[in-house]
């Protein structure tokens, strides 16, 4: 699996969207972008994932480059209960089932 | 439904001491993982399972045993603690191919 490179901490206003990079330069052409968050020392939580095209859920956008080198995580409104860290995770669409996480980015929404 | 479900949640071991972590998941997913996490760090994971009766190692499995009996559950085993696996266990399950994880609560584990 493709390994992802994020940066370490960011801040956002509260209200302001907050946009979340996220480098993976090796991925292939079957691996999907996965995006989940941890919020305090909760288990992670699922956001979106794509392999391509854009997609949007209720939670966040994900923007994935043309060339899929890279991707923006993008919360429209933070609020304070944004504050977590998120991972990156790139991962095969077949085959056995792993999730590589890295250190992730710390988002900070502030007051 | 339930979801996944960890027990214990906090559990202190001696050294040399051997526990099982607890996992179940209520939504016939047939995919099931450990990861530990340690302080300031991402997950790592330790063991994972395809299906009952299948298991494979992760990238941290020295010192865990796992097997799968059922599809429900997927129980971590340490046969004998050491300090260095002081740390919150999370255990995830998942079903097709290209769906998403379902993490437990965590286990927060300490060896003294």
């Known amino acids: 699996d493709a390994k992802t490179t994020q940066p370490t901490s960011m801040d956002c206003a509260e209200g302001r969207a907050a946009n979340l990079p996220c480098n993976h330069s090796t991925i292939s052409g079957n691996e999907y972008v996965y995006w989940y968050r941890q919020i305090h020392s909760q288990g992670p939580q699922y956001i979106i994932h794509g392999l391509k095209n854009n997609e949007t859920n209720e939670m966040a956008s994900l923007i994935i480059t043309e060339d899929r080198k890279s991707s923006t995580l993008i919360l429209p409104h933070a609020t304070l209960r944004d504050t977590a860290v998120y991972y990156c995770i790139v991962r095969k669409v077949s085959g056995t089932y792993k999730y590589i996480f890295g250190t992730g980015t710390r988002l900070k929404v502030l007051a | 439904n339930a979801g996944v479900t960890q027990t214990p949640k906090f559990q202190v071991l001696k050294t040399g001491q051997s526990m099982t972590l607890q996992c179940a998941q209520d939504?016939?997913?047939?995919?099931m993982s450990w990861y530990r996490q340690d302080p300031g760090m991402g997950l790592r994971l330790i063991h994972y399972s395809v299906g009952a009766g299948i298991t494979d190692q992760g990238e941290v499995p020295n010192g865990y045993n796992v097997s799968r009996s059922t599809t429900e559950d997927f129980p971590l085993r340490l046969l004998s603690a050491a300090p260095s696996q002081t740390s919150v266990y999370f255990c995830?399950?998942?079903?097709?191919?290209?769906?998403?994880?379902?993490f437990g609560q965590g286990t927060r584990l300490t060896v003294v």
């Open positions: 995830a399950s998942r079903g097709t191919m290209n769906t998403e994880a379902f």
């Open positions: 939504m016939n997913h047939e995919y």
